[in-house]
C-alpha cells in the first residue's frame, strides 16, 4: 500500500520561510504527477501547486506565485520551498500523488503550517 509522510512543517513569523517535503513509499510514481494541497481552518482545501513527472508542467494557485517553489527530486519524493511566508499561509499542508484522470490517488495525513503576524 502506497504511503505518503510529509514533514518539514511547522511555526514562523510573517516574511519567514519553511521548507516542506514529502516521501513516497509502497510504489513508485514516476509518470504520475504530484501536488501540494491546504486547508485552512473553515474554509475548503485547495490547491496550492502541481508538478509532472518530469517537470515540464508546473502550476501554482495565484495566491503563492513568486513565493513558492514546488520541485520533484525523483519518482517519490517532493518539495515545496515557502517563502515571504503570510498569515494567510496558515493552513494544513497535504502531498498528493497518483495523478490519473482528474484526480490524485494517494493523499498524505498533512502537516502543520502557522505563520504569526
Known amino acids: 500500500q502506497a504511503r505518503l509522510v510529509e514533514s518539514g512543517g511547522g511555526s514562523v513569523q510573517a516574511g519567514g520561510s519553511l521548507r516542506l517535503s514529502c516521501a513516497a513509499s509502497g510504489r513508485s510514481f514516476a509518470s504520475y504527477g504530484m501536488g501540494w494541497f491546504r486547508q485552512a481552518p473553515g474554509k475548503e482545501r485547495e490547491k496550492v501547486a502541481s508538478?509532472?513527472?518530469?517537470?515540464?508542467?508546473i502550476d501554482y494557485a495565484d495566491s503563492v506565485k513568486g513565493r513558492f517553489t514546488i520541485s520533484r527530486d525523483n519518482a517519490n519524493t517532493m518539495t515545496l520551498q515557502m517563502n515571504s511566508l503570510k498569515p494567510e499561509d496558515t493552513a494544513v499542508y497535504y502531498c498528493?500523488?497518483?495523478?490519473?484522470?482528474?484526480?490524485?490517488?494517494?493523499w498524505g495525513q498533512g502537516t502543520q503550517v502557522v505563520v504569526s503576524s
Open positions: 508538478i509532472t513527472w518530469t517537470g515540464d508542467r
Open positions: 498528493a500523488a497518483g495523478f490519473l484522470r482528474g484526480e490524485y490517488m494517494y
